[in-house]
């Protein structure tokens, strides 16, 4: 089974931190993608990643940044969180058209 | 522009009952489409998905049915459990290599 994991299932931070989430998935997907859900909203693409060291940006990417350094790994900066920035974000791996998503990290920007 | 919707936000059924989760999508040129079921505290799981080949697909107590001249997609669950509520989003793809545009969600309730 495709196992997509996320470092954190909750966090808190402070106005004007530097925030990292971690994504790790273990079958070798070529494909990764980060975004954010909030009530009323679904969900919405910020960031993606077709191959180590390539990202693309999605629908909503304004106040983030990416890091693909290993093909297994995903990870989604905030460099300086603002209470907006309060939501889950859920990871997602794919290799061709279904996506794997991780349990979400719920992030509390103070 | 182009969006993935769905007409009901909540659903509640009694359980042992079909349920039956609507989504309609503008992007005729889309050709994969997708459900996901979201327990509460979980990332989205896959449930089935369908081509735009096709009309009709089953699963395990799952059908997808994709009606593309009115771009309507349901989901049947039929003899729907308590363990199937959650929160129900439709995806489609847009053509652009693995990306997915996902409907807003259903929160499917099931009455004992």
């Known amino acids: 089974d495709v196992k997509v994991t996320q470092s954190s299932r909750y966090l808190v931070k402070r106005t004007g931190e530097k925030v990292f989430l971690e994504c790790v998935q273990d079958m070798d997907h070529e494909n990764m993608f980060w975004y954010r859900q909030d009530p009323g909203l679904g969900l919405r693409l910020i960031y993606f990643s077709y191959d180590v060291k390539m990202k693309e940006k999605g629908d909503i990417p304004e106040g983030y940044s990416v890091s693909r350094e290993k093909k297994e790994r995903f990870s989604l900066i905030l460099e300086s969180a603002s209470t907006n920035q309060t939501s889950m974000y859920l990871c997602a791996s794919s290799e061709y058209n279904e996506q794997f998503f991780g349990p979400g990290t719920r992030l509390t920007v103070l | 522009g182009e969006s993935v919707g769905l007409h009901l936000p909540t659903l509640s059924v009694q359980e042992g009952d079909n349920s039956i989760i609507n989504c309609a999508y503008s992007?005729?040129?889309?050709?994969?489409f997708i459900w996901y079921k979201q327990e509460s505290g979980k990332g989205p799981q896959f449930i089935i998905d369908?081509?735009?080949?096709?009309d009709k697909r089953q699963g395990q107590r799952v059908t997808v049915l994709l009606n593309k001249t009115v771009k309507h997609l349901s989901l049947q669950i039929a003899a729907t459990q308590p363990g199937d509520s959650a929160v129900y989003f439709c995806a489609e793809e847009n053509n652009q290599g693995g990306k997915l545009i996902f409907g807003q969600g259903t929160e499917l309730s099931v009455k004992p």
């Open positions: 992007n005729s040129a889309s050709d994969y």
């Open positions: 369908i081509r735009s080949n096709m």
